[in-house]
């Protein structure tokens, strides 16, 4: 029989603080508490709960520049995990199964037979098959499922990240449909810098990293399948409350965006609004070589016809977003300052930006 995974008893205590009714329900002295905890945890002696401390009160602390959106997103839980990881694409899939699998227990305990556990369990499947270092991530799944530290990081990343702003149980999908999706933005840009890197001089290895890329390419749009299980009605009872929680605010998809097609200077003004996103418009980001022209410089038939799968793949994504906003945020404003849906319609279609510079993409996970 497996081991119960328990937290230590302080870091159980915050999380049970922050679970109890959603963390717009907290009051005044328990912020200020959970902000001095995170203070104090950072003079702690290095151990396992002082560092779930850390990991559970950094949102708290306000002595730190971190955007709203970090704040609701717990990002830097799964940049800890990541972090644990050789090989990133691995690492990701683990923290996707993590998330997914989370997700799944609280909706399988509301009602198991839902349309929604249904979708669950078809992605979660699809995640298994996705190609990670030596074969297929359902591998790498269960061997780390059945490590005892990797399961406890995993536990860890889980319990670190759930909480919603409104205690609303639909808030749940949200937020853990965000969390996936940052992760595949991620996978998505860290393959697509790889290509960059060797297309001009290893074209073997590129060809063979792109059609890895195409098999995640469509993870965006499984992601929102499961979503579209949230009615109108139920995201707006929520919505409010998760503040920027939008694309719109996330370094992830943007640095995804540049990686695949170059700078887009219709963004600048959204990228100048937001401080974190200020790095976008300047050197050298603003001069990255894109996986477009990275491929289509390669001459490849096989490496082009693979780019657009891959490009397929994100214009469904890219309308579906649009069709979201359009759908659930009708005449409503959005996120991050900008106007909803019709924001998101501008940037459906997509050209590669021409560059002659060789500055690949970055390759780090992304957050403030």
Same mark, same amino acid.
């Given at each position: ?16 603080? !922050? ?14 508490? %959970?902000?001095?905890?995170?203070? !104090?945890? *950072?003079?702690?002696?290095?151990? &396992? ?14 002595? /730190?520049?971190?955007? /709203? ?17 050789? $090989? ?6 683990? +923290? *996707? ?18 349309? #929604? ?35 406890? /990081? ?6 670190? @990240? ?16 965000? !969390? ?8 998505? #840009? ?7 890197? @060797?297309? $001009?001089? $290893? ?24 979503? !579209?299980?949230? &009615? ?8 409010? +409350? ?17 990686? *695949? ?7 600048? =003004? ?6 974190? %996103?200020? +790095? ?77 510079? =060789? ?10």
């Amino acid at each position: 029989m497996a081991t119960k995974l328990l937290l230590p008893t302080r870091s159980a205590e915050v999380v049970r603080l !922050q679970a109890a009714a959603g963390r717009l329900a907290l009051t005044g002295e328990q912020r200020i508490w %959970l902000e001095r905890l995170y203070e !104090q945890a *950072l003079h702690l002696p290095d151990d &396992t709960d002082h560092e779930l401390l850390l990991l559970l009160t950094r949102t708290y602390c306000r002595s /730190e520049p971190i955007p /709203e959106y970090y704040r609701y997103t717990h990002l830097h839980v799964f940049d800890w995990f990541l972090a644990k990881h050789v $090989d990133p694409v691995s690492g990701a899939v683990l +923290a *996707l199964e993590t998330t997914l699998a989370a997700l799944d227990d609280e909706e399988r305990a509301a009602d198991p037979g839902t349309e #929604r556990v249904a979708r669950l369990d078809a992605i979660r499947e699809h995640l298994r098959t996705l190609p990670v270092a030596g074969g297929p991530a359902g591998r790498v799944i269960d061997e780390a499922r059945a490590d005892e530290t990797r399961a406890w /990081e995993m536990f860890a990343l889980a319990s670190c @990240t759930g909480f919603t702003m409104s205690g609303r149980h639909d808030e749940q999908i949200f937020l853990r449909t965000v !969390q996936a999706c940052e992760l595949s933005y991620f996978v998505i #840009r860290w393959l697509a810098s790889w290509v960059v890197r @060797t297309a $001009d001089r $290893d074209v073997v290895t590129a060809h063979a990293r792109l059609r890895q890329l195409s098999a995640y390419a469509d993870l965006p749009n499984r992601l929102f399948h499961l979503l !579209q299980t949230l &009615t109108p009605e139920s995201f707006l009872e929520f919505r409010d +409350a998760t503040g920027a929680a939008s694309a719109v605010q996330s370094l992830n998809y943007h640095l995804m965006e540049l990686a *695949l097609y170059g700078y887009d200077a219709r963004k600048a =003004p959204i990228f100048e609004r937001h401080e974190h %996103l200020r +790095a976008v418009n300047q050197y050298p980001l603003r001069v990255v070589r894109p996986l477009h022209l990275a491929v289509t410089a390669t001459a490849h038939p096989g490496m082009e016809g693979v780019l657009r799968e891959v490009e397929r793949a994100l214009l469904t994504w890219r309308g579906r977003h649009y069709g979201f906003g359009a759908r659930y945020l009708p005449g409503r404003p959005g996120s991050g300052g900008t106007e909803g849906a019709g924001y998101l319609k501008r940037f459906v279609g997509k050209d590669a930006v021409a560059t002659v510079t =060789p500055v690949p993409p970055p390759t780090h996970f992304a957050y403030r």
